[in-house]
Nanobody, 126 residues
């Protein structure tokens, strides 16, 4: 069983940066695909990025490309999301998720993840 805990959210001005962290408990962290999702009020949960043993899977949404970077430190059982040039539309709750499979086409969909953190709020003021 994997337990996930996000941190690093907060209030930031447009154009600023934040780095989110997700600490995982449990064994075999390096074998999990780790993903970041976000959810704005009234909207569906949206894929941000994922990282697996095969590599990094970035968002397919143009507005996120080049601004968000996922990374992981397996020695610390932690995955990170570096967010730069933040915009007001980036506001939402950011969730960390984990899944065993490394089948890339499934990484984009929240239903394919087995474990979730409680989320961390990111608010970008314009």
């Amino acid at each position: 069983q994997v337990q996930l805990a996000e941190s690093g959210g907060g209030l930031v001005q447009a154009g600023g940066s934040l780095r989110l962290s997700c600490a995982a408990s449990g064994q075999s962290f390096s074998t999990y695909t780790m993903g970041w999702f976000r959810q704005a009020p009234g909207k569906e949960r949206e894929f941000v990025a994922a990282i697996s043993e095969s590599g990094i899977i970035p968002s397919r949404v143009d507005s996120m490309k080049g601004r968000f970077t996922i990374s992981r430190d397996n020695a610390k059982n932690t995955v990170y999301l570096q967010m730069n040039s933040l915009k007001s539309e980036d506001t939402g709750v950011y969730y960390c998720a984990a899944r065993r499979s490394d089948y890339t086409p499934d990484h984009y969909y929240p239903a394919n993840y087995d474990h979730w953190g409680q989320g961390t709020q990111v608010t970008v003021s314009s």
